[in-house]
T-cell receptor, first 113, second 114 residues
């Protein structure tokens, strides 16, 4: 069964600083991996996804993530945080049979002025 | 241009009083999902429809039912809401069930049970 862990339930960065949100996955088959963002009282919006093409994936709003099979990781980064990036971020995994879409517990990102 | 619409955005019901949440989509996607998200937790899949084929998650309580009368609409029925059912309910759609298919989420309905 697939599972996702996200290290750090809450991450705080200063505006303009590097954002790094960690995601590690467990899967018995090659996974597809996703990062979603959720703003308060809203649904989830896709930031980016890995589907076995390029290991470095670029998404919206300046975010990117790198798939590292040897480390079973898919960490999300952004070079310079903006106040509008403050939100909850979820990593999710699905196997390539389209079953078991599983979200990680989420990381709340705070951006300090 | 709203693609996945959920009504109402906020719903208040009484303990034990049946409630129905609504989801509609303009994407003509084959798959529609219902998730439950409790405070400060990840969304948890309740069930999904692949076209007219209903797929229930093993640990979804019988208290939760769903209907999909056509491609565009899907309903979540909670037959006898308990206090523990207070949560955000998210509807999502995808073109197909392949792993590459993105799920598009609606804004959610926040359910309060009094």
């Amino acid at each position: 069964a697939q599972s996702v862990t996200q290290l750090g339930s809450h991450v705080s960065v200063s505006e303009g600083a590097l954002v790094l949100l960690r995601c590690n996955y467990s899967s018995s088959v090659p996974p597809y991996l996703f990062w979603y963002v959720q703003y308060p009282n809203q649904g989830l919006q896709l930031l980016l996804k890995y589907t076995s093409a390029a290991t470095l994936v670029k998404g919206i709003n300046g975010f990117e993530a790198e798939f590292k099979k040897s480390e079973t990781s898919f960490h999300l980064t952004k070079p310079s945080a903006h106040m509008s990036d403050a939100a909850e971020y979820f990593c999710a995994v699905i196997n390539n049979y389209g079953q078991n879409f599983v979200f990680g517990p989420g990381t709340r990102l705070s951006v300090l002025p | 241009d709203a693609m996945v619409i959920q009504n109402p955005r906020y719903q208040v019901t009484q303990f034990g009083k049946p409630v129905t949440l609504s989801c509609s989509q303009t994407l003509n996607h084959n798959v529609m999902y219902w998730y439950q998200q409790k405070s400060s937790q990840a969304p948890k899949l309740l069930f999904h429809y692949y076209d007219k084929d209903f797929n229930n998650e093993a640990d979804t309580p019988d208290n939760f039912q769903s209907r999909r009368p056509n491609t565009s609409f899907c309903f979540l029925d909670i037959r006898s809401p308990g206090l523990g059912d207070a949560a955000m309910y998210l509807c999502a759609t995808s073109r197909d069930r392949a792993g590459t298919d993105t799920q598009y989420f609606g804004p959610g309905t926040r359910l309060t049970v009094l």
